[in-house]
């Protein structure tokens, strides 16, 4: 500890304050990197047990995901369906609600905003496109806010629920796609019928990158303005701790809950969304492709912090980025990005244990010896 | 061979819960153990599959079905250790570190599995219950593995174990109340790991069996989310070892039906048959559960009832 | 043309005045490989040892791996999503490669037509996409095979095996490529007796274990005991059909392994030559047709050595057919045919030979199979 420096509140009251406004921010930040390093360590010790050299690992690791202009771009494409995803999670998590079935939202929001692309092919793209997002939103929020309802009103276990919804939802879109929605053009790949060019959207300017990441972001920073500068969203935390107390205190609880599932549904049918129109061009089975269920390990190594997912989710996207020349390069299986997620998500969860106890970290139990 | 019309279906109901069920019964009765301890594991899909693999390889490189089983019981009682050690530290989120360790052992397990995509390993033993029976369709419905036998003896022993021995009493205490089962003298973060433990070790059981009996061969894709759905089912049997046993044939039973609906005749829509059992189980736990009371059985220290 | 911003057209042109340079930056920082050197990249669906599709076409890019002066790099378990446009590009930018296989039919559209046109001098090869030049980037190709002749084999070897006049098929998805192999195989069996029926049960994914088992099963219940399949790896498929006393026939790779006795034949893919010679066609300086396609004759497909099952009038129908489709212009689909809801398909003397691009849009089931196409 290095608390001998500060003498006592009459001479070095200002610099104590601010050291102590200093770490009690640190902590937020100090204990995931921690623990990311902990998590690449017990990794590195893994691979070394292999015989391959986590050097070569993690330096293929920056080369491809954020070595280069291209590799910046192949990391960034990646990261806009993680964004939406992990804000699925991380909104009705300030509730205590553990929601895993956001895939079911990004199926179905897709599977809208393709299908509504279609009978708008004639329209012009600024009124098409909007409502082709809406579409999704309303998708995808009907689908997970369903499983805020079924919880509030029927005290259904939300984490199994949506778990059941997103197989559900899974189902009926390859029905859909392969069925009444498919267009018989599609040949080996069954898909809705093609979106007019002027419906798709396309890349940032001077990137090889979709408007999807953009919209991600402002996604993240608006939620974490809900969370952070609302009354609603200090009202969602009040009952996240503690759901009987908030009632008690006439907290409206069930529209707390429809509300967050809802809107965090809603920004998965907008990965859905994104999915269709910047890379797809149509919906079919290729919307299910896993992002619901990276995003669920983003907000929880974000700590259901909007503003954190942002780089936690590009940080992810690398990995994922690089795992391609990791297994050409080091002959290592695909598998290995997985193993490596799995080490870092357990070492940062491991991480919660020591919020508050670690005294560099908490001012007023510096001079407690 | 005799055609059986539309009685193919309800047969081939009973075949398919007889043949897929065993993998549910092993996971959900694991959860069981652990949930009536107080905690919840959702990480049986990555305890499933990695025991899948162990169990694979290790009856591919012995040539004993029987060690592969044995493997994968140690190697899910491992998972299950660490799961339940990392949960004892306080304010770890006991639901998360479920989906980390699922992570982490389907990354392991299709690691450490590459090798043995490949090689064919001496399957479980069936026992032909059937031969009573002229039919050859009914022949191979009854066509039971012994590890279906040995878990629907297990769903029993645990029922008994919980109703009437002191070690079922002590679980049950722990899973109920901390601070009762501290007045009593026990230690709750123990008791928890080692149910977990215990708990993961029937997971991996569940995962030789797919790898070992059916489908019978070890890939990437062997599980379809029997780990995960098994935790459902938990919840839907209300924390009874015995209605584990029914939740499970009913649920095996009703992913038979897209394939048997087909080869009667009745091919469109299969997507929809597919999904039958996850239509089924969030019915049935929408219809039995109930936002005024905890959902009886429910043990008082489960953070997903509280 | 509306030239809104989230246009991609519009942002093409309006890019190129923008200069957007650091989109096209990588382009001209290529690593460029040793003279007469070849970087080859092949991307794989699914895992490369699945005893199936995947396999089939890692024992290809391996016959290359074995040429002088090539290089192979391969990514397995590749999504259809933007996974596979940055594995080509990243193979592009990172290892030099200059032709690439992504083998998946899910690759096509959009993706390789996505990346393919950033790099106008490397060259996109891929499986059983229908390369069209009014549509689609010069420097893009399409190749397959004849595989449909290899199920029709599988049928004549099927149709002597079977003692239930019922055989079965469990196929992933209606598509018209596995619709072509389901008409094939049950026309073959009808070439030996046209009493025999087939049945299709569809699972709805390229790749589910139990689903398949469950397939088999419910075929064998039903009465079937001749048993192929089309999906991505058919070890499920084959041993659980072998374990219930079916007869077996395979498909992508060679899987008597697996049971030897009860293996019939299987219709097998030949990547391996079809890969090399155009590594060869590459290193000489040649080009590649755009739209490739070939047969049991071209050696893009070959059948599994007979098994132990098979009888002797069984093997002389297969002989004798085999050498009728080695002659080239043989038709499997040829009137009078109807499909099975009572459509005609081809009526008396109409016949679509295996050449025919228009099987590749096939969209029914023939008379004779029992199962349908949504």
Known sequence: ?369 | ?306 | MPTHPFSRRGFLRSGAALAGAAAVAPLSALPVSAAGDLTVGFIYVGPKDDFGYNQAHAEGAAAVKAMAGVTVVEEENVAETTDVQKSMESMINFDGATLLFPTSFGYFDPHILEVAPKYPDLRFEHCGGLWSADKHPSNVGSYFGYIGMGQYLNGIAAGHATKTKKIGFVAAKPIPQVLLNINSFLLGARAVDPSITCQVIFTGEWSMAVREAEATNALADGGADVITCHVDGPKVVMETAASRGCFLCGYHADQSPLAPDMYLTGAEWNWAQVYTDMVTTTMNGGSIDNFVRGGLAEGFIKMSPLGPAVSDAARAQFEATKAEIMKGGFAVIKGPLKDNAGNVIATEGQAFAETDVALESMGYLVEGVIGSTS
């Open chain 2, 1 to 306: 061979m005799t055609d059986l019309g539309i009685w193919a279906v309800p047969l081939a109901i009973l075949a398919g819960a007889i043949r897929v069920s065993t993998p549910f019964l092993f996971v959900s009765l694991g959860e069981v153990l652990t949930e009536r301890s107080g905690r919840i594991n959702l990480g049986l899909e990555g305890t499933l599959v990695f025991g899948a693999m162990s169990g694979y390889a290790v009856a591919y490189l012995t040539g004993s079905p029987w060690a592969g089983v044995l493997a994968a019981a140690v190697a899910g009682a491992l998972f299950g250790l660490v799961h339940g050690l990392i949960c004892s530290l306080p304010r770890v989120n006991d639901i998360a570190i479920g989906i980390a360790m699922m992570i982490l052992g389907m990354g392991l397990a299709f690691y450490f599995g590459k090798p043995f995509v490949q090689p064919v390993a001496p399957d479980l033993p069936a026992i032909p219950l059937g031969w009573w029976s002229d039919l050859p369709q009914v022949q191979a419905a009854l066509q039971v593995n012994v590890l279906f036998l040995i878990g629907a003896a297990a769903a029993f022993a645990m029922w008994w174990m919980f109703r009437a021995t002191r070690v079922g009493l002590i679980i049950r205490v722990v899973g109920d109340s901390t601070d009762a089962a501290r007045a009593m003298g026990l230690r709750p973060a123990l008791i928890r790991t080692l149910a977990t433990a215990a708990g993961g070790a029937f997971a991996g059981v569940g995962g030789a069996y797919l790898s070992l009996y059916y489908p019978g061969s070890w890939n990437e894709g062997i599980s379809s989310g029997q780990g995960l759905m098994a935790v459902a089912l938990v919840i839907f049997a209300r924390w009874n070892p015995v209605a584990c046993f029914g939740a499970a044939l009913l649920f095996g039973g009703a992913g038979a039906l897209g394939p048997a609906l087909q080869s009667v005749g009745v091919s469109e829509g299969y997507y929809l048959y597919y999904a039958a059992p996850y239509v089924l189980t969030l019915g049935v736990l929408i219809a039995t559960s109930s936002p005024h009371r905890a959902m009886t059985g429910a043990p008082g220290e489960l953070s997903i009832t509280k």
């Open chain 1, 1 to 369: 500890m290095t608390d001998h420096g500060i003498s006592g509140p009459a001479t070095g009251a200002p610099l104590r304050a601010m050291l102590a406004r200093v770490a009690r921010r640190a902590e937020a930040v100090v204990l995931p990197l921690a623990a990311l390093m902990a998590g690449f360590a017990v990794f590195s010790l893994f691979l070394l047990m292999q015989g391959k050299s986590p050097a070569e690992f993690f330096s293929l690791v920056y080369k491809a995901g954020f070595g280069t202009a291209f590799s910046w771009q192949n990391t960034l494409s990646r990261t806009a369906p993680l964004l939406f995803a992990a804000l699925c999670v991380a909104l009705p998590a300030r509730l205590g609600l553990v929601v895993i079935g956001g895939e079911g939202a990004i199926v179905l929001g897709g599977l809208a905003a393709g299908a509504l692309g279609v009978s708008l092919a004639g329209a012009p793209a600024a009124v098409a496109l909007p409502l082709m997002a809406l579409a999704a939103c309303v998708v995808g929020g009907l689908w997970i806010g369903s499983v805020g309802a079924l919880r509030y009103l029927r005290g259904v276990n939300e984490t199994i629920a949506s778990l059941l919804l997103a197989y559900i939802a899974i189902a009926l879109m390859n029905h859909l796609v392969e069925g009444p929605l498919r267009d018989p053009a599609s040949l080996n790949k069954p898909s809705t019928a093609p979106l007019a060019d002027a419906l798709r959207v396309g890349d940032m300017p001077g990137w090889d990158v979709h408007w999807g990441l953009l919209a991600g972001i402002a996604g993240c920073v608006l939620a974490w303005a809900l969370i952070d500068r609302t009354t609603w969203g200090f009202a969602a935390r009040i009952a996240g701790g503690n759901v009987r107390a908030a009632q008690v205190q006439g907290l409206p609880v069930g529209r707390l809950i429809l509300g967050f599932t809802a809107l965090g549904g809603a920004f998965a049918g907008l990965a859905g969304f994104f999915e269709v129109a910047a890379v797809h061009g149509s919906a079919n089975a290729s919307l299910a492709s896993g992002y619901g269920y990276t995003g669920i390990l983003i907000a929880f190594l974000a700590r259901h912090n909007p503003l954190a997912i942002i780089p936690v989710a590009i940080l992810l996207a690398g990995f994922e980025a690089s795992s391609g020349l990791v297994q050409r390069r080091m002959d290592l299986p695909d598998a290995t990005t997985l193993v490596l997620q799995g080490f870092v998500f357990v070492a940062i969860l491991i991480s919660e244990t020591l919020y508050g106890r670690l005294r560099i970290f908490a001012p007023e139990r510096w001079s407690t010896r």
